[in-house]
């Protein structure tokens, strides 16, 4: 408020002098100027003196009069320093010169001077708040600048990224559709082909039905002409013949027999025309076992035939479903590559709009900076010039005031900046200074030491928040592997450097499962017995399938390498054949024996002796070795269960066993037995031994029950007699391996009967864990 004082006083004192004094100028006065000058001031009013010194009137020459006047240089030294300011005085300046115009310069000096510290003081202390002020603003501006840089790198950084999954989406859609059309295009291959498969195989099924229906028709021809020819059979023939004849005709409706047993229709008729006698009861009953042979045989083919249906059938829903999994993946990764894209393309133009706006700000923070730098730079220049002129103005009147001494100013340290009162939005600072040297000798006082500052101007960091999770969606595979996501929108967008909003979408795996898997095997059985007491048997040890494959994965047979493991054993030569008896662990036997038409009575006969011969060799007991009978032909009879007394199995031999006739249908007999074995002990090794003439009109069926019963741990052996030996590979491939130790071939049944005693024996060689000498 006080500013101008000095500088009043001064020039009152100047213009109160000239009035004084009039011609005095004159006779300073060296130049035309100067004395024009000095007259035109001479004789007016001191407020028009002042006035006109301030307006800058005849300045220089008043400044030359003034330096001439050894009592009037210190004046002419302050008013040359602020001449260019004299002439913006204020009127408040005017009116102070006015008011000490008639005041002694000596009087007024001392008050003057404090007036001037008092304007010193202000001087200083608004040229602290300006550097302060100029110190902190850029500062800021710089802050701002540089965090809205940092957010053009990251939004760069995130536009770089989109335009990548752009790119990549545009790449991996086409190839998705055209994968996708391959697809479907080879889906509807192959559903074409197993259409044809089937249509086919549908054909050849109606053809052996057909067959099937055509050897009905053919056994109830047979029947008619064989009705009357009956009563030349044995009785227990006749009972099993009217049997399948009843069968036969009930199958038939009853047309292929006449009320009175004699033959009806034209076939028939036509027959009995040509042979004009009824046909023997053997040529009927032979008859009659070729027509159950070929029904056997053509049910067999009807059993493959459905087993391959049901494979194909099998493979082409695998098929299908293996190449819907495919597609159902492409259709989702090619609608999650789509929906990306859409997705990225939509962020993508708020990015960069987002992106200019942060640059744009950028741009005006740094112009924002070096405006404010360069006016900062001029007002503290202004305030600076402002107070040297005002130090230089006292210390001049201190001297012309007679003072030997110049005033000493108050000092004071830098300013301690305290702290912030907030990290972010705007807060303010307490600065503090201490005193260095007091004022002295009429110096200014000293300015504040404390100082009130905002701070922390910036916005503070606002964090990115997000919409809860979405549940997860349904998995994208039902095996090999898929995953589910979840998605969550921006509720608020981060800003100020505020924490980032992370994943939008989550990804997690599920049904990682394989759809082919392999199977899993157990450890190693323990090595079993011996196969053979003697000769050089084998022994085995085997892996279970712990865990079954799935889909196309692979699982090796039971009888490979991974699975089976066989060494030698027992390679002492055996004793005759004829001699040997069975020893060692006992035994859960079944012989199955073939009672079909191909062996005949004579054949039957003699396995009948084969079985009784055998178990008179095992060692019969409650604890020790048991045996058990069963017949096959058409169908399967059990004759004895599992005996381990002698003379009750013999008498059951004896009594139950018969030539039964019809087709030798081996899958049922290896059935019954299978069922005979459920009942075997722990301790007893189970054996199935098939007594066979070779001839099986079911080997399809059969290979499917011998799995089953070699999968249980049964042992499964083949003693052929008679023609047998033609099905070598068909035997081999039913009987447990190595085959060459399970197939004993015997030329034929009179051979069989010859050597009874050494077939016996070399059955008992496989079938016995020891043999000895009876």
Known sequence: MQRGAARAGVLTWFASSLAASGGAADAVATS??????????????????????????????????????????????????????????????????????????????????????????????????????????PVALRAFASRASADVGELAGELSQLRGIILQSAQEYPEDREWLQNLIASTNRGTH???????????????????????????????????????????????????RLAALGASTGGRAV??????????????????????????????????????????????????????????????????????????????????????????????TERTRLKDDMRANMNSKVLSVEKTCRDEVDALLHK????????????????????????????????????????????????????ASLGGAACPPLRMTQPCSEEECPEDCETSAWSGWSSCSARCDGGFQERIRSVTVQPNGGGVSCGNLVSVRACNSRACDRDCMLAEWSTWSLCS????????????????????????PAAEAGERLERQPCNDLACPEASNVRCHGAPVDLVLLVDASGSVGAQGVASFKKLALELARRYPLGATASRVAVATFADEAHIVSGLEGDLKVLEGKLNSGMSWTRGASMLSRGLALANTVLVGSRKEAAPIVLVLTDGRVSDPFLAAQVSARIRGRGTRLLFAVAGRGKEATTLFERLSSQPARENVIFVPSFAELEQNLTAVAGSVLQRTCSSVGVR
């Open 32 to 137: 035309p100027e100067s004395a024009a000058a000095s007259r035109s001031l001479g004789g007016q009013s001191s407020d028009v003196v002042v006035g006109r010194l301030l307006a800058g009137d005849a300045h220089e020459a008043l400044l030359q009069q003034l330096l001439r006047d050894p009592r009037r240089r210190t004046l002419a030294a302050f008013l040359r320093s602020s001449g260019a300011d004299s002439a913006q005085a204020s009127h408040r300046e005017l009116k102070l010169l006015a008011g000490h115009a008639s005041a002694d310069f000596n009087a007024s000096a001392s008050g003057d001077a404090v007036d001037i510290n008092t304007e010193i003081t202000e001087a200083r202390w608004a040229l602290d708040q300006k550097i302060v002020e100029c110190r902190a603003r």
């Open 193 to 243: 082909e197993c259409e044809k498969v089937e249509q086919l195989q549908t054909a050849q099924a109606e053809a052996l039905e057909k067959e099937l229906k055509h050897v009905a028709q053919m056994r109830a021809s047979v029947a008619g002409y064989c009705d009357t020819s009956l009563a030349q059979l044995a009785p227990s023939q006749r009972i099993a013949v009217r049997r």
């Open 532 to 555: 053979l007491p003697c000769d050089g048997g084998s022994q085995e040890r085997h892996r279970k399938v712990e865990r079954r494959a799935l889909g196309s994965g692979f699982c």
């Open 258 to 351: 006449s009320k009175g047993g004699a033959p009806r229709g034209p076939r028939q008729h036509a027959l009995l025309s040509r042979r004009q006698q009824w046909p023997s009861a053997e040529i009927c009953a032979r008859s009659i076992d070729s027509v159950d042979e070929l029904e056997g045989e053509l049910k067999d083919k009807s059993a493959r035939l459905e087993a391959e249906r049901k494979a194909n059938r099998q493979a082409c829903r695998d098929d299908r479903t293996f190449e819907q999994r495919q597609m159902t993946l492409t259709s989702y990764h090619k609608n999650d590559v789509a929906r990306k894209m859409s997705e990225a393309t939509s962020r993508l133009g708020g990015i």
């Open 387 to 438: 107070l040297c002129n005002l130090q230089q103005v006292r210390d001049q009147m201190s001297l012309a005031a007679g003072k030997k001494e110049l005033p000493q100013d108050c000092e004071v340290t830098e300013w301690r900046d305290g702290v912030c009162s907030t990290s972010c939005g705007g807060g303010a600072r307490s600065n503090a200074r201490e005193v260095l040297i007091l």
